[in-house]
């Protein structure tokens, strides 16, 4: 599977260009520490579901059968 098709990514990728318009269209209102900090939260949030599936799968592929 694309690692690129996942629903993760695509959730993460939405997220961050919904933060991208909103910093556009309300540039006095959100500055560049905020918009720095709301894809933060994104990149790391998907980065730690990426992590804790890769655990899942590692743990189920060791288990006997």
């Known amino acids: 599977m694309n690692r690129y098709l996942s629903r993760k990514f695509l959730i993460a990728a939405a997220f961050a260009v919904t933060?991208?318009?909103?910093?556009?269209?309300?540039?006095?209102?959100?500055?560049?520490?905020?918009?720095?900090?709301?894809?933060?939260?994104?990149?790391?949030?998907?980065?730690?579901?990426?992590?804790?599936l890769n655990a899942i799968h590692k743990r189920n592929s060791e288990e006997p059968k």
Do not use: R
């Not at 910093?23 to 730690?48: P, R």
């Open 19 to 52: 933060v991208c318009v909103a910093f556009l269209f309300y540039d006095n209102k959100l500055t560049g520490e905020q918009f720095i900090m709301a894809v933060g939260i994104i990149l790391g949030s998907f980065t730690a579901g990426d992590v804790a």
